[in-house]
């Protein structure tokens, strides 16, 4: 008997999926999340979730687990007192930040602080020029006092240490590096050109100033973690979730904490990914709505898309521009200010707003009576009749349409001069063409093509919105998937162990050989394969894939071209022209190719885990059409009769045409007039459109 | 005519800017321009299939607010909405039809639905490079400036004009890289046609015209009930900016009445014999920018909103150079109308203005690479924020025009020339109840091998960033070449080894510095931005002998006397 354990360790709850690796059959549970010590709550959750399963501790072979530790203590400043070391003439440039408004006519802008203070950089005499060549030597002795005052007088518990140029040669980093140990052999030391090796010393610095700054607090997390789960008998392996969709063991996660921001999101998409190959839909949005915000996701070739830049601690609601920026690989994530808890309100033009700022789930919306009194999306859709006042959470909790109808009266309808119902629609809508917005902004930024793919909707608030931004987005089909309420939890074992790093270096294809090639990629491969080395990973288990970003010499944006085994220079040409066509409708130019980053993506083996995994029990044995509700139907203007179907009470093949409700525990799916779905033998509802104006 | 519930009018306008923001978004990613890609300094516009706005995207610089229906209408007349064919192409970049200098291409695509012309879209972005000697100050005519394209079909009826892209690639600099933006422009033009048709479909509409109206009005009344807000009466300023030779004053005044904003420039002086005049159109963006932040910063960019603010301004004037004089550095010019309208109203609206930037330093950097490649572009440093009520101006952040830092590592690399140092220069921002922000220092030493070329165009030089409501003005900008300093208007030859620095300005505080919370004075003290001397002198703060805290009573007998 063996099992494993997915964790999400969110800001509210902590999601555990127990799986039986021989039956398939899938355990949840949840627990309120400890935030001063999440590694409590894991405890906690996995000796309640075994002893009520019967499962032997010594039975569980791995734990993936995702946590929000790192991105909170970054939005909260609880990291620690860090120091930096800097390239003499160069200390403001975190403070000097991208010399960019993120606003152009709002005049009161607010910048996120940097992690460390301006009178903890110290300026170090040494310069690296930008081909790698050294112009100037490294002061050691400038290190050694630096090093010594930071500790001495500031009690720096990390240090960062930032050089310019360093992706071109590390040395005088690493240098000072071996300085500092030899001094304070505990003082964390990150190196810039070890964090990401990527040129842009603004954001480079900033990633690895804040891999400083929490590797402290991680290192503790961990310690107790993995003391807890020894004191249990655990024996297995524990791994934890990187904001790349790849999971780290403890050595990797401590040495880059920077790595694991976002990494409860980022399984919500790979679960995504796994249910499409698991029903052949290998290009999918990923949409996940709940409480405050909307997450989305592009899938291609049943592979999250990444990317390299990702945006901490934003001090303006969801403006870009306004937080942190890191460049570490991440799920391509969209973000948007748009949830069960929006505001809804009249703006200073006299038109209907909705969120960013949201209720969340406290004081929470009117409908709860939780203290709540403003207008939010659950109120709008519970007004028009989307969710059942009395089955919400499987009814543990009821919900009060009355304050939801007045709130939408008092605070959008009298002053719109609209109807209630109109009102609520408009809140609806609304959020519905915020996303669709955000999809659609997104997709052609990166030259995704979504209208053939299908989407996939969870969270709480996602199922009641998707039919009607797939429909503006002309998305066919979308997918329920069962158990929505712990995808993430679930998607954290779908993944295998995986680092993925780049180097910048510039490269002009015509002059390019197979020596150059290899030269190229062997820093990044050296340091990728030592890093798994490091991490007690056996490296015949790996993969090695490598990818360039490449571009019109000149042109600002690259795209990214992967490299299949034994690919030789003169075929790159080739790719890129390929991929560049994928992505932009516009000819290419008769212009020179330039490679810009060399990227190196190490995969273990992936998890057996599709093979055994079935959740779907089949169904309960209930009445499926549990009553009938009015909703409003937007193609009518008015109140329809809808059943309401109870999800778990359905078996494979049932078809249900619109306007419908189906109901679960976490979320309810809308089903509107023309539309219709079925239920795959996996237990998921496979929606379409039936009437025909996709 | 199709009417709109305030329900339906926010959908549908929320997807017009939509529409229009995706068109930005794939202009940016397939540029080639270092403006367009970092700057933004790019517009996409929708209009109805009478010309006019509904919409323009978020993202683009103040130079763009409201010059579009002006460009549409040029473009029209040279050739009439019922003479255009599916798969035209018009474009141009003359500075008085567009936006004021000739980098700017304005590309124009109408859209049909099957053989019914329902709107248009348009975009504007800085090109790459357009001849002549570009954007530098010794410029006297226009015609030294590059080609003029006079509006004209670069596609007609599908085919595109062979004659008119090798006119253009004959006349400029890095021809695969202009070409390549103005094929992007008119791609992301074809993208915003297809997506302006599907929404006509979405919402079973069968002309825009009736939206623009409602967005239109829509704007203008919510305008219009801000503008009624800021008290009736006549608010005049004057100020004086760097010109070749000699000081240029540039003259206000602010009309508010009821519902109506009028600015009129009388009072400003000639146009000079150097590329920093000022097309109108730029002169009225800069305008309707100045009232947007101040009355509706949130609102979305269209005609309607414009309505209310009527601008004018002198044909002998600075701000309204006609033809053929030179326009290409038109901004070190334009910008001003933002902290001299500011300066206007400061008094009447003072928890809502903003104290003087220091204004962006402009360059063009022209030369050979150590590996021989040429370099030829335009870089920008910023200087200080000017100060608000309540809210200190941000050291080294730009205004009123946007840009992204060209970042050390990429400068180094693209031009074989070191940076030396990039620092910001505390204290440079005006003191202040609340502090203006700081401006910075770089120095550049040319280790290219050949001979650099820098073309300046800095102000700031001698007319500081000046504070309001008692603030102190910021510190000067200056250059110097090897520690001497040089003409802030020249083209400086920089010999291999030379160094060059550049010390940006200080933006202007806003009120008494003496009101400043001793706290902050405190922090400011420690983070080094406010030397113990300066706390004392300007701030009436005493700190402790160590520094680490303030001398209350030192410091209540020094503000008391």
Redesign the interface.
Known sequence: MSHRLGVDIGGTFTDFALVDDQSGALAVHKQLTTPADPSQCVLAGLAALLARTGTDIAELTTIAHGTTLVTNAVIERKGAVTGMLVTEGFRDVLDIAMERRYDLFDLRLHFAEPVVPRRLRLEIAERVMFDGAIGAPIDEAAVGQAVTRLVEEHGIEALAVCFLHSYADPSHEERAREIANTLYPDLRVTTSNEVLPFMREYERWTTTTINAYVQPLTDRYLDHLESGLAEMGFQGRLLVMTSSGGMATPPLARRFPVRLVESGPAAGALMAAFLGRQVGAPDLLSFDMGGTTAKGALIRDNRALRRYEFEIAREHGFKQGSGLPLRIPVIDMIEIGAGGGSIAAVDDTNLLAVGPQSAGADPGPACYRRGGTRATLTDANVALGYLVPDAFLGGEMELDAGAASDALARDVASALDVEVPRAAWGVHEVINEDVARAFRVHASEIGFDYRRCAMVAFGGSGPAHAMRVARKLRIPKVIFPVGAGVMSAIGLLTVPISFATLRSGDARLETLDAAGLEAGFAPVERQARSLLEAAGLPLDGITLERRLDMRFYGQGHEVEVTLPDGTSPARLGELFLAAYAKAFAVTPLDAGIEIVNWKIEANGPDPDFAERYHPFAGPSGGDPVARRVRVFDPTSGDYVDCPVYDRYALPAGTTIEGPALIQENEATTVLGTGERLEVDSFGNLVATFADGEI | MTTF???S???L???LV?VA??LV??L?????S?N???GYDLSCMIFDARGRLLTQGS????SFTGTAPATIGHMLRAFPAETLRPGDIVITNDPWMGTGHLFDINVMRPIFRGERLVGFTMSVTHL?DIGGKGIASDCTEVYHEGLRLPVCKLRDDGVLNKMLLDLIRMNVR?P??T??DL??NV?CN??GGRAII?FME?YGLDEIESLADAVND??E??MRE?IAEIPDGTYSNAISIEGPGKAIRLAACVTVTGSDVGIDFTGTDDPVRASINVPFCYTRAQSN?VI??LT????PNNEGAMRPITVTAPETCILNAQPPWPTGARHSVGHFVVPLLMGALAETLPD?V?ADAAMMNVFSVQGRHRDGGEVTSLF???GGLGA?QG?AG???????S????V????W??RT?M???????LPGTGGDGRWRGGDG?EV?FRNDSGHLFEFALMGQRTEFPAQGFAGGGAGALRVYEVNGAVVNPKARIELAPGDQITMREAGGGGYGEARQREPDRVLRDV???VVSREAAEDIYGVVLSTDGKSIDEVATANLRAS
């Not at chain 2, 940016?28 to 080639?32: C, G, I, L, W």
């Not at chain 2, 941000?394 to 009123?400: E, F, I, L, Q």
Request: net charge negative; with cysteine; aromatic share 6%.
């Open positions: 519930d305030p329900v009018l926010k959908i306008w929320d997807r939509a923001d995706e978004l794939s940016v990613r397939t540029s080639f270092m367009v890609r970092e993202y683009s610089v103040p790459p890095v695969e890289q070409i390549g094929m992007a791609a074809e993208v599907e979405e829509h704007a009344t919510a801000r920018y947007k932040c509706i910063p949130s609102l809502r903003q920008f440093l910023a608000m809210l941000r050291a080294v952040t730009p205004a009123p946007n840009m992204t830092v970042p050390t590592e990429i180094e690399s074989s070191t940076i030396e140092r990039r620092q910001i910075q120095v420690r983070d080094g």
